[in-house]
């Protein structure tokens, strides 16, 4: 079956843009995950939904970020007024259930502000 | 707050040889979820092995086993018989059982010599 995919695969844009990213899950996985992942780090976590409910933003870094999961499915995370800083690759995951513990992991998007 | 610790950098190993890669976390929990994710160049983070903490014997999938220290809190992964597929970054990762988003550590890119 697909796995998680991620669109677009580069983007890059001008500092003060705003950009969106998007992220389809495996069908049926009720959480998604976004992360952020800096060049030779790990990746740090920015949000979690459950279905379409967001229920922790805690690691989003500004309110520059945004994301949302409407119809439980699909999400974007968008990114306001776009800073260097913000460069880097952001990681989609999705998982069956609650007491799943496996994320399966999308391609990922990596984002250069110039 | 979780933290995960990788002290390598890089590793590098033979082919067919075995390759030992070190993680420390620290937490105040008694049970949560340890990880071994693999992210070859292409970026998709694929999960290698788990071990539920509460379980005193170590994980094994395949020629990938792991060193569970639950008192020194250490969760290394051994690699046997290396392959030339087993390149890439690997990251360790930390669950607690009551929370569902990972903590990476900072990674350790392993290099296989033919």
């Known amino acids: 079956g697909a796995g998680v995919s991620q669109s677009p695969r580069y983007k890059v844009a001008k500092r003060g843009q705003d950009v969106a990213l998007r992220c389809d899950p495996i069908s049926g996985h009720v959480s998604l995950f976004w992360y952020q992942q800096a060049l030779g780090q790990g990746p740090e976590f920015l949000t979690y939904?459950?279905?379409?409910?967001?229920?922790?933003k805690s690691g989003l870094p500004s309110d520059r970020f945004f994301a949302e999961r409407p119809e439980g499915s699909v999400s974007t995370l968008k990114i306001q007024r776009t800073q260097q800083e913000d460069s880097a690759v952001y990681l989609c995951a999705s998982s069956p259930g609650l007491a799943a513990n496996e994320q399966f992991f999308g391609p990922g998007t990596r984002l250069t502000v110039l | 707050a979780q933290t995960v610790t990788q002290s390598q950098p890089e590793m590098s190993v033979q082919e067919a040889e075995t390759v030992t890669l070190s993680c420390t976390y620290d937490?105040?929990?008694?049970?949560?979820?340890l990880f071994w994710y693999k992210q070859p160049p292409s970026r998709q983070m694929i999960l290698v092995i788990r071990?539920?903490?509460?379980?005193?014997q170590n994980a094994t999938e395949n020629r990938f086993s792991v060193n569970f220290q639950k008192a020194a809190k250490s969760f290394s992964l051994k690699i046997s018989d290396s392959q030339l597929g087993d390149a890439a970054m690997y990251f360790c990762?930390?669950?607690?059982?009551?929370?569902?988003?990972?903590?990476f550590g900072q990674g350790t890119r392993l290099t296989i010599n033919p």
């Open positions: 071990q539920e903490a509460y379980k005193q």
């Open positions: 937490t105040s929990e008694s049970d949560y979820y």
């Open positions: 939904f459950q279905n379409e409910a967001q229920l922790d």
């Open positions: 990762a930390y669950k607690s059982r009551g929370a569902q988003k990972l903590v």
